[in-house]
């Protein structure tokens, strides 16, 4: 028997209303996410990527349709789940590991309980000796390293990052997406990964999620057939190219890219 989707998103749509206007966010979205998958969506700005997210968390509830993780039907927040959000929300005053704890804190767990594993955790995203440290003394890159360790500390069935690099330089976006890599062979997940740049979602995913402009649409599901780890190497193969291209011609055909600038000298 086929296992059953770790996520189930089915008809969903989603409106929102203010001031008397109602904004339509999705439409007719309809996705399947399996047992330890990788995917990402990627589109252009406002097409409904972190409200689709958001859905599955149980944090927002669909205007029509019908959302499932883990088989079961979400009409409240899940809580088998890490959410991983673009900018690192960290309390000033608590040192690095305390942060990291505050996550089993507030849902009752004992921390004591969880030190060692929040220990090694930040061990592995090069985080080491940091552990007193408070967030100002740290750089955008580690605030960021120490959210994905709080999101992932009470070892969750599931992970959800909402553009978790996009605040961050290139260089360290390029070695985060390396290390987020190396992080998820090590303890695999189920991860949906919302973000904007085609790159960064072919080397990611087992399959990218194109979406159109608002109201979102699923485009087209492209799965990327290219071998892991996927390094600073993984850029020079054919596959990189030929999915980055096929995405890039999907939003050209649509109008969100443009080959020339419309600007005029």
């Known amino acids: 028997m086929t296992p059953a989707p770790a996520i189930l998103v089915r ?13 339509r966010a999705l439409a007719g979205v309809d996705l399947d996410v399996g047992a330890g998958e990788f995917v ?3 589109g252009p700005s406002g097409c409904g990527k972190s409200t689709l ?5 149980g944090l927002l509830e669909p205007s029509e349709g019908t959302v499932e993780v883990l088989g079961r039907r979400v009409d409240r927040p899940v809580t088998e789940l890490g959410i991983v959000f673009q900018s690192p929300v960290l309390l000033d005053w608590r040192s690095l590991l305390d942060n990291v704890l505050a996550q089993v804190e507030l849902r009752g767990m004992r921390a004591a309980d969880y030190r060692a594993r929040a220990l090694e955790l ?8 940091f552990e007193d440290r408070l967030p100002h003394e740290l750089s955008g890159g ?3 390293r120490a959210q994905i360790v709080r999101a992932l500390v009470h070892d969750p069935t599931l992970l959800l990052m909402d553009e ?3 605040a961050l330089d290139a260089l360290t976006r390029e070695q985060m997406r390396v290390d987020l890599e190396a992080l998820w062979l090590s303890r695999p997940k189920t991860v949906l990964f919302i973000t904007h740049s085609i790159d960064e979602a072919v080397l990611l995913s087992d399959r990218v999620v194109v979406m159109g ?5 699923i485009d087209r599901i492209l799965p990327i057939d290219l071998p892991r780890p996927r390094g600073l190497e993984a850029r020079e193969s054919a596959g990189f190219d030929a999915a980055q291209r096929e995405i890039t011609e999907i939003f050209l055909s649509r109008g969100i890219l443009r080959r020339g600038s419309i600007l005029k000298a």
Do not use: C, H, W
């Open 142 to 144: 580690m605030r960021q």
């Open 11 to 23: 008809g969903v749509g989603k409106s929102f209303r203010r001031a008397g206007q109602e904004t």
């Open 53 to 57: 997210l958001r859905l599955v968390a």
């Open 40 to 42: 990402s969506i990627v």
């Open 164 to 166: 978790p690099f996009g």
């Open 213 to 217: 402009e608002r109201p979102g649409r």
């Open 122 to 129: 930040l061990a592995a995203v090069g985080l080491a000796g």
